[in-house]
Antibody, heavy 122, light 106 residues
Framework: QLQLQESGPGLVKPSETLSLTCTVS??????????WGWIRQPPGKGLEWIGS???????YYNPSLKSRVTISEDTSKNHFSLRLSSVTAADTAVYYC??????????????WGQGTLVTVSS | SYELTQPPSVSVSPGQTASITCSGD??????GCWYQQKPGQSPVLVIY???KRPSGIPERFSGSNSGNTATLTISGTQAMDEADYYC?????????FGGGTKLTVL
Protein backbone atom coordinates (compact mmCIF):
# COMPACT_ATOMS: atom_id res chain seq x y z
CA GLN A 1 0.00 0.00 0.00
CA LEU A 2 1.39 3.36 -1.02
CA GLN A 3 2.15 5.72 1.86
CA LEU A 4 3.29 9.33 1.81
CA GLN A 5 4.79 11.10 4.81
CA GLU A 6 5.53 14.79 5.08
CA SER A 7 8.42 15.97 7.23
CA GLY A 8 10.06 19.27 8.05
CA PRO A 9 10.10 22.10 10.59
CA GLY A 10 6.78 22.91 12.20
CA LEU A 11 7.79 26.51 12.84
CA VAL A 12 9.33 28.91 10.34
CA LYS A 13 10.18 32.56 10.86
CA PRO A 14 8.71 35.27 8.64
CA SER A 15 10.78 36.04 5.52
CA GLU A 16 12.55 32.68 5.74
CA THR A 17 12.13 29.64 3.49
CA LEU A 18 9.78 26.79 4.31
CA SER A 19 11.20 23.38 3.36
CA LEU A 20 9.27 20.12 3.45
CA THR A 21 9.98 16.62 2.21
CA CYS A 22 7.51 13.91 1.24
CA THR A 23 8.90 10.42 1.64
CA VAL A 24 7.13 7.73 -0.34
CA SER A 25 6.96 4.10 0.74
CA UNK A 26 5.27 1.14 -0.91
CA UNK A 27 6.18 2.40 -4.36
CA UNK A 28 8.82 4.23 -6.32
CA UNK A 29 8.42 7.86 -7.37
CA UNK A 30 10.38 7.12 -10.54
CA UNK A 31 8.29 4.17 -11.71
CA UNK A 32 5.15 4.55 -13.76
CA UNK A 33 3.35 7.58 -15.09
CA UNK A 34 2.77 9.28 -11.74
CA UNK A 35 3.04 12.93 -10.88
CA TRP A 36 3.41 14.15 -7.32
CA GLY A 37 2.14 17.31 -5.72
CA TRP A 38 1.77 19.61 -2.76
CA ILE A 39 -1.45 21.08 -1.39
CA ARG A 40 -2.00 23.28 1.65
CA GLN A 41 -4.91 24.14 3.90
CA PRO A 42 -4.85 27.13 6.27
CA PRO A 43 -6.52 26.41 9.62
CA GLY A 44 -10.29 26.34 9.17
CA LYS A 45 -10.07 27.09 5.45
CA GLY A 46 -10.13 25.31 2.12
CA LEU A 47 -7.58 23.50 -0.01
CA GLU A 48 -5.05 25.27 -2.20
CA TRP A 49 -2.89 23.55 -4.79
CA ILE A 50 0.74 24.63 -4.56
CA GLY A 51 2.25 22.70 -7.44
CA SER A 52 3.21 19.30 -8.78
CA UNK A 53 6.12 17.56 -10.41
CA UNK A 54 5.47 15.54 -13.52
CA UNK A 55 6.90 12.04 -13.82
CA UNK A 56 9.24 13.46 -16.47
CA UNK A 57 10.72 15.63 -13.71
CA UNK A 58 9.17 18.89 -14.88
CA UNK A 59 7.44 20.95 -12.20
CA TYR A 60 4.33 23.07 -12.66
CA TYR A 61 3.06 25.58 -10.15
CA ASN A 62 0.04 27.52 -9.01
CA PRO A 63 0.49 30.90 -10.72
CA SER A 64 -0.34 32.68 -7.47
CA LEU A 65 2.66 31.08 -5.74
CA LYS A 66 4.97 30.44 -8.67
CA SER A 67 7.49 33.17 -7.84
CA ARG A 68 8.17 31.66 -4.40
CA VAL A 69 7.83 27.89 -4.98
CA THR A 70 10.27 25.19 -5.98
CA ILE A 71 9.30 21.51 -6.18
CA SER A 72 12.00 18.94 -6.80
CA GLU A 73 12.51 15.21 -6.53
CA ASP A 74 15.29 12.92 -5.35
CA THR A 75 14.69 9.51 -6.87
CA SER A 76 17.64 7.99 -5.00
CA LYS A 77 15.89 8.76 -1.72
CA ASN A 78 12.40 8.16 -3.10
CA HIS A 79 11.17 11.54 -1.98
CA PHE A 80 10.15 14.90 -3.37
CA SER A 81 10.42 18.29 -1.77
CA LEU A 82 8.81 21.70 -1.45
CA ARG A 83 10.52 25.00 -0.87
CA LEU A 84 8.47 28.16 -0.32
CA SER A 85 10.46 31.34 0.09
CA SER A 86 9.76 34.64 1.83
CA VAL A 87 7.02 33.20 4.00
CA THR A 88 4.52 35.28 5.95
CA ALA A 89 1.80 34.42 8.46
CA ALA A 90 -0.52 33.82 5.51
CA ASP A 91 1.54 30.72 4.69
CA THR A 92 0.59 29.08 7.97
CA ALA A 93 -1.23 25.91 6.98
CA VAL A 94 -1.36 22.15 7.00
CA TYR A 95 0.77 21.04 4.07
CA TYR A 96 -0.11 17.82 2.29
CA CYS A 97 1.83 15.84 -0.25
CA UNK A 98 -0.09 13.63 -2.65
CA UNK A 99 0.13 11.48 -5.76
CA UNK A 100 -1.91 12.09 -8.88
CA UNK A 101 -3.73 9.32 -10.68
CA UNK A 102 -1.50 7.85 -13.39
CA UNK A 103 -1.23 9.38 -16.82
CA UNK A 104 0.30 12.21 -18.76
CA UNK A 105 -2.80 14.35 -18.54
CA UNK A 106 -4.30 16.34 -15.72
CA UNK A 107 -5.52 13.94 -13.08
CA UNK A 108 -6.77 14.31 -9.51
CA UNK A 109 -4.93 13.26 -6.38
CA UNK A 110 -5.64 9.66 -5.37
CA UNK A 111 -3.21 9.21 -2.48
CA TRP A 112 -2.54 11.78 0.24
CA GLY A 113 -0.13 12.09 3.13
CA GLN A 114 -1.44 12.79 6.60
CA GLY A 115 -0.38 16.43 6.42
CA THR A 116 1.95 18.50 8.56
CA LEU A 117 1.19 21.82 10.22
CA VAL A 118 3.63 24.60 9.49
CA THR A 119 3.31 27.79 11.48
CA VAL A 120 4.98 31.00 10.39
CA SER A 121 5.82 33.08 13.42
CA SER A 122 8.76 34.87 14.97
CA SER B 1 -7.87 33.21 -12.69
CA TYR B 2 -10.36 30.36 -12.87
CA GLU B 3 -12.72 29.94 -9.94
CA LEU B 4 -14.97 27.16 -8.71
CA THR B 5 -17.88 28.19 -6.50
CA GLN B 6 -19.56 25.92 -3.96
CA PRO B 7 -22.28 26.65 -1.40
CA PRO B 8 -20.72 26.95 2.07
CA SER B 9 -23.12 24.49 3.62
CA VAL B 10 -25.74 21.88 2.77
CA SER B 11 -27.98 20.04 5.20
CA VAL B 12 -29.71 16.71 4.66
CA SER B 13 -31.72 14.27 6.74
CA PRO B 14 -30.43 10.72 7.14
CA GLY B 15 -31.59 8.49 4.30
CA GLN B 16 -32.33 11.41 2.00
CA THR B 17 -30.42 12.60 -1.07
CA ALA B 18 -27.81 15.32 -0.76
CA SER B 19 -26.70 17.38 -3.73
CA ILE B 20 -23.65 19.62 -3.67
CA THR B 21 -23.00 21.91 -6.61
CA CYS B 22 -19.82 23.37 -8.02
CA SER B 23 -19.98 26.19 -10.55
CA GLY B 24 -17.34 27.40 -12.94
CA ASP B 25 -17.13 28.92 -16.40
CA UNK B 26 -17.67 26.13 -18.94
CA UNK B 27 -16.92 23.58 -16.24
CA UNK B 28 -18.76 20.95 -18.28
CA UNK B 29 -15.94 21.10 -20.83
CA UNK B 30 -13.48 19.98 -18.19
CA UNK B 31 -13.27 16.90 -16.01
CA GLY B 32 -14.52 17.51 -12.48
CA CYS B 33 -13.74 15.51 -9.37
CA TRP B 34 -14.73 15.57 -5.71
CA TYR B 35 -12.94 15.01 -2.41
CA GLN B 36 -14.39 14.24 1.00
CA GLN B 37 -12.57 15.53 4.07
CA LYS B 38 -13.55 14.63 7.61
CA PRO B 39 -12.25 16.66 10.59
CA GLY B 40 -8.58 16.07 11.27
CA GLN B 41 -8.18 13.80 8.24
CA SER B 42 -6.70 14.08 4.78
CA PRO B 43 -9.01 14.46 1.79
CA VAL B 44 -10.27 11.34 0.04
CA LEU B 45 -11.12 11.22 -3.66
CA VAL B 46 -14.76 10.12 -4.04
CA ILE B 47 -15.52 11.01 -7.68
CA TYR B 48 -13.19 11.55 -10.65
CA UNK B 49 -13.73 12.23 -14.36
CA UNK B 50 -17.15 13.69 -13.51
CA UNK B 51 -18.85 10.44 -12.51
CA LYS B 52 -16.38 7.64 -11.79
CA ARG B 53 -15.94 6.18 -8.32
CA PRO B 54 -12.52 5.03 -7.08
CA SER B 55 -12.32 1.56 -5.64
CA GLY B 56 -13.83 1.40 -2.17
CA ILE B 57 -16.15 4.39 -2.56
CA PRO B 58 -19.79 3.43 -1.91
CA GLU B 59 -22.25 3.38 -4.79
CA ARG B 60 -24.37 6.03 -3.07
CA PHE B 61 -21.81 8.61 -4.28
CA SER B 62 -22.36 9.78 -7.84
CA GLY B 63 -21.45 12.78 -9.95
CA SER B 64 -22.47 14.71 -13.02
CA ASN B 65 -21.08 17.67 -14.94
CA SER B 66 -22.74 19.75 -17.61
CA GLY B 67 -22.76 23.36 -18.70
CA ASN B 68 -21.29 25.42 -15.89
CA THR B 69 -22.14 23.10 -13.01
CA ALA B 70 -20.81 19.87 -11.58
CA THR B 71 -22.89 18.09 -8.97
CA LEU B 72 -22.02 15.54 -6.32
CA THR B 73 -25.00 13.47 -5.27
CA ILE B 74 -25.13 11.27 -2.20
CA SER B 75 -28.13 8.95 -2.19
CA GLY B 76 -29.37 7.50 1.09
CA THR B 77 -27.08 9.81 3.03
CA GLN B 78 -25.62 8.34 6.19
CA ALA B 79 -24.29 10.01 9.31
CA MET B 80 -20.78 8.95 8.29
CA ASP B 81 -21.07 11.13 5.17
CA GLU B 82 -21.00 14.31 7.26
CA ALA B 83 -17.85 16.05 6.07
CA ASP B 84 -16.45 18.86 3.97
CA TYR B 85 -16.59 18.27 0.22
CA TYR B 86 -14.34 19.96 -2.33
CA CYS B 87 -14.72 20.00 -6.07
CA UNK B 88 -11.64 20.25 -8.27
CA UNK B 89 -10.89 20.80 -11.92
CA UNK B 90 -8.01 21.80 -14.15
CA UNK B 91 -7.84 25.10 -15.97
CA UNK B 92 -5.08 24.62 -18.52
CA UNK B 93 -2.13 23.55 -16.36
CA UNK B 94 -3.52 24.93 -13.11
CA UNK B 95 -5.32 22.74 -10.61
CA UNK B 96 -8.21 24.56 -8.96
CA PHE B 97 -10.22 23.64 -5.87
CA GLY B 98 -13.64 24.93 -4.98
CA GLY B 99 -14.03 26.63 -1.63
CA GLY B 100 -15.63 23.60 -0.02
CA THR B 101 -19.09 22.68 1.24
CA LYS B 102 -19.83 21.49 4.74
CA LEU B 103 -22.41 18.70 4.58
CA THR B 104 -24.43 18.32 7.75
CA VAL B 105 -26.54 15.22 8.29
CA LEU B 106 -29.28 15.95 10.79
Amino acid sequence: QLQLQESGPGLVKPSETLSLTCTVSGGSISTGSYSWGWIRQPPGKGLEWIGSIHYSGSPYYNPSLKSRVTISEDTSKNHFSLRLSSVTAADTAVYYCARHQPGSGRYPFEYWGQGTLVTVSS
Amino acid sequence: SYELTQPPSVSVSPGQTASITCSGDELGDKYGCWYQQKPGQSPVLVIYQDNKRPSGIPERFSGSNSGNTATLTISGTQAMDEADYYCQAWDSSTLVFGGGTKLTVL
